[in-house]
C-alpha cells in the first residue's frame, strides 16, 4: 500500500467527526452498494479489505479485535436504522442460542418483559392501535424460539436470517416476512421514545441537538432524533432501549483513533449473568461482532 493511497493516523485526528462518518460510509457504499438488511456471518478480514486502501489504524484496531477472538462479524445495512435492526437480531438469536435446559425459562422472562415494555409504550402516548401489529410480530418470533409456527417450524438462526433479509420483492424469501423487521425496528424506536418521555427527568441534562449542541428536552429529542425512521442512534438512545429491554451490551468502537486497541461501551442494564450482546460501531453505523466460541 503506498502512502498516497493510505490515510495515516495524524492525518485522520485532523478530520471532523462528520469528515470520518462521511469516510466510513463512503466504504460501506463502496464496498457492497446492495447489502442485506442483515448478513450472513463472515469472518472479520472482510472488513478488513474493506479499509486496506484506508487509514492504518483502523487496520491495527481490527487486528485487536480479532487477537481478542472477535474473529467475525454480520454486517448490517447502513440505512440509519442499523442499530435497531442489529439489536433486534442479536437479542433473537441470544435467545435461539441459549442452552436448551435454560430456554424454555428465558423465553417465558423475555415474553413477560416484552408485555411490559408495550404498556410503557402507551403510557407515554402511543396509542395501542399503533403498536399492536409490531408487538404481536416480535411477540410472535420469540415464542416461535421453542414453540413451532404454523408451518411447523421453530426458530433457527438460519430461518431468522432468511426473515430479516426478506423483500416486498427481489430475492427468494417469503413476501409475507418482509414487514417483519421494519416492525421491529419501529417497535425499539418507539420503546426507546417511552422510556425517554417516561422518565425525562433522569435524561435532564444529557439531550442534545446533534447539529447545535444547544440542549434539548425529551419531546423535541424524540421527535427529531428517535422517531423518523433513518436515523442512527447514539448512546442516550442506546442507554434508553437498555432500559426498557434490561439488556447489557457491549459496543466496540472501531473509530481509527488509537492503533493499539479498541474501547468498548458497556451498558449493563440486565442481570449480572446475562450475556452482553455485542456491536461494532464504526462512525455512523453499527455492525453485530461475533466472538469466537471456546469449546
Known amino acids: 500500500m503506498s502512502s498516497e493511497q493510505q490515510t ?12 470520518v462518518y462521511d469516510m466510513n460510509q463512503r466504504l460501506l457504499n463502496e464496498s457492497i452498494p446492495d447489502v442485506a438488511p442483515v448478513s450472513e456471518v463472515a469472518p472479520i478480514s472482510v472488513l478488513r479489505e474493506e479499509y486496506e486502501r484506508g487509514s492504518q489504524t483502523f487496520l491495527s484496531q481490527i487486528d485487536w479485535l480479532s487477537k481478542q477472538g472477535y474473529t467475525a462479524f ?13 439489536i433486534a437480531f442479536a437479542y433473537l438469536e441470544q435467545l435461539i442460542q441459549t442452552p436448551p435446559q435454560e430456554q424454555e425459562l428465558t423465553v417465558s422472562t423475555s415474553l413477560s418483559l416484552l408485555a411490559s415494555t408495550k404498556e410503557n409504550i402507551i403510557n407515554a402516548g402511543t396509542q395501542a392501535i399503533v403498536v399492536d401489529d409490531a408487538f404481536e410480530e416480535f411477540e410472535a418470533l420469540i415464542k416461535n424460539v421453542i414453540v413451532p409456527d404454523a408451518q411447523g417450524r421453530i426458530l433457527t438462526s438460519e430461518r431468522l436470517l432468511e426473515i430479516f433479509q426478506a423483500r416486498s420483492s427481489g430475492n427468494n ?62 448512546h442516550m438512545q442506546m442507554t434508553a432501549l437498555c432500559r426498557e429491554l434490561k439488556l447489557n451490551l457491549d459496543v466496540a468502537y472501531l473509530d481509527g483513533r488509537q492503533a493499539d486497541n479498541v474501547d468498548f461501551v458497556q451498558f449493563r442494564e440486565g442481570p449480572e449473568t446475562q450475556k452482553p450482546l455485542t456491536l461494532l460501531y464504526r462512525p455512523g453505523h453499527y455492525d453485530i461482532l461475533v466472538k469466537e466460541t471456546k469449546v
Open 8 to 19: 495515516t493516523e495524524s492525518q485522520l485526528k485532523d478530520y471532523s467527526v462528520s469528515e
Open 74 to 86: 454480520r454486517k448490517a445495512k447502513g440505512d440509519g436504522d442499523c442499530f435497531y435492526r442489529s
Open 173 to 234: 424469501y417469503a413476501i409475507e416476512d418482509a414487514s417483519i423487521p421494519p416492525n421491529i425496528v419501529f417497535y425499539l424506536r418507539l420503546l426507546t421514545r417511552a422510556q425517554l418521555k417516561g422518565n425525562a427527568s433522569n435524561y435532564d441534562g444529557f439531550l442534545y441537538d446533534a447539529e447545535t449542541g444547544d440542549p434539548m428536552d425529551a419531546e423535541s429529542f424524540c421527535n427529531r432524533y428517535v422517531d423518523p425512521v433513518g436515523i442512527e442512534a447514539d
